[in-house]
Nanobody
Framework: QVLLVESGGGLVQAGGSLRLSCAASGGTFSSSFSSSSMGWFRQAPGKEREFVAAVTTTGDITHYADSVKGRFTISRDNAKNSVYLQMNNLKPEDTAVYYC?????????????????WGQGTQVTVSS
């Protein structure tokens, strides 16, 4: 069973920073993590889950939603089966549950329906 576990969420004031982590484990996925692209999505209350950032298998190519570009950085450590989201200059509108997701096969995609596995989410709250 594939397990993606997010951590690092919390309450922060506007302008502050948080670093989210997502650790992957379970079954054959552990050995295929390095061949999977990874993404972060978020869902605010009453809104649909939206794309935030994605990274290729080796971490050399990344893509961001316009709303977070220049403030968030996605990275990965394949030796630790982990992906990270560094969030700087946080704004109240960044408040949401943040989910990491895995796309087996490595294609860099930005639509949630293409992702194969999801974590349970971690809450990020930014106060004004």
């Amino acid at each position: 069973q594939v397990l993606l576990v997010e951590s690092g969420g919390g309450l922060v004031q506007a302008g502050g920073s948080l670093r989210l982590s997502c650790a992957a484990s379970g079954g054959t996925f552990s050995s295929s993590f390095s061949s999977s692209s990874m993404g972060w999505f978020r869902q605010a209350p009453g809104k649909e889950r939206e794309f935030v950032a994605a990274v290729t298998t080796t971490g050399d190519i990344t893509h961001y939603a316009d709303s977070v570009k220049g403030r968030f950085t996605i990275s990965r450590d394949n030796a630790k089966n982990s992906v990270y989201l560094q969030m700087n200059n946080l704004k109240p509108e960044d408040t949401a549950v943040y989910y990491c997701a895995a796309k087996v096969g490595g294609a860099l995609v930005f639509t949630r329906s293409y992702y194969d596995y999801w974590g349970q989410g971690t809450q990020v709250t930014v106060s004004s």
